[in-house]
């Protein structure tokens, strides 16, 4: 299957401080790119999607100003936590879509944020 | 909308011990189905998934899923488990008309025990 790296898989930062999430797709070309957050012992919520060439829409109640989403080229999307506070620390989760045609999806290993 | 229920939180079993985990869903369109694996600190990995055609799909590590549209359910089997299938598993289901609006379920950790 497609390869989807994320990096840095972890991060511990300080308060107030922002981190960037780099999401690429090696071996494809991913128009479409998602972001999720991964609470402890919970399912992935989709925070944004992410299109190649413009503005990534965001989902309700995700603030889009706090979590700024950057899908510059065909295999790279960020992620920007925006002046972290400890509440914004979880796992943080990319996916880049494969095909239109089948729905699939192919995983990032995640990324650990832990904000102190 | 979409929906997808995942009955169980966990399930214990031992090993070489044969497993099922539930899922059902709910969609008032034709669906994709999707059963992904996520071990300690990983992102997700696909291990099977239903989009047509055969109602028995086979994916990777030896687990299997059956799609029955008239009870709504896409239950995840395996015959023989072993330590290695220690994960969180998680069903998911997507309108084939966008495929970006995939739905997670809510988890189910399978937990082997020797």
């Known amino acids: 299957g497609a390869v989807v790296s994320q990096h840095p898989s972890w991060v511990i930062c300080k308060s107030g401080t922002s981190v960037k999430i780099e999401c690429r797709s090696l071996d494809f070309q991913a128009t479409t790119m998602f972001w999720y957050r991964q609470f402890p012992k919970q399912s992935l919520m989709l925070m944004a999607t992410?299109?190649?060439?413009?503005?990534?829409?965001?989902e309700q109640g995700v603030e889009k100003d706090k979590f700024l989403i950057n899908h510059a080229s065909l295999t790279l999307s960020t992620l920007t936590v925006t002046s972290a506070h400890p509440e914004d620390s979880s796992f943080y989760i990319c996916?880049?879509?494969?095909?239109?045609?089948?729905?699939?999806?192919?995983f990032g290993e995640g990324s650990r944020l832990t904000v102190l | 909308a979409q929906s997808v229920t995942q009955l169980d939180s966990q399930v214990p079993v031992f090993e070489e011990a044969p497993v099922e985990l539930r899922c059902n869903y709910s969609s008032s369109v034709s669906v994709y189905l999707f059963w992904y694996v996520q071990y300690p600190n990983q992102g997700l990995q696909l291990l099977l998934k239903y989009l047509s055609g055969s109602t028995l799909v086979k994916g990777i590590n030896g687990f299997e899923a059956e799609f029955n549209k008239s009870q709504t359910s896409f239950h995840l089997r395996k015959p023989s488990v072993h330590i290695s299938d220690t994960a969180e598993y998680f069903c998911a289901v997507s309108d084939d008309s966008s495929a970006s609006k995939i739905i997670f379920g809510s988890g189910t950790r399978l937990s082997i025990r020797p």
């Open positions: 996916s880049g879509l494969g095909s239109l045609n089948t729905g699939e999806l192919f």
């Open positions: 992410s299109n190649e060439g413009s503005k990534a829409t965001y």
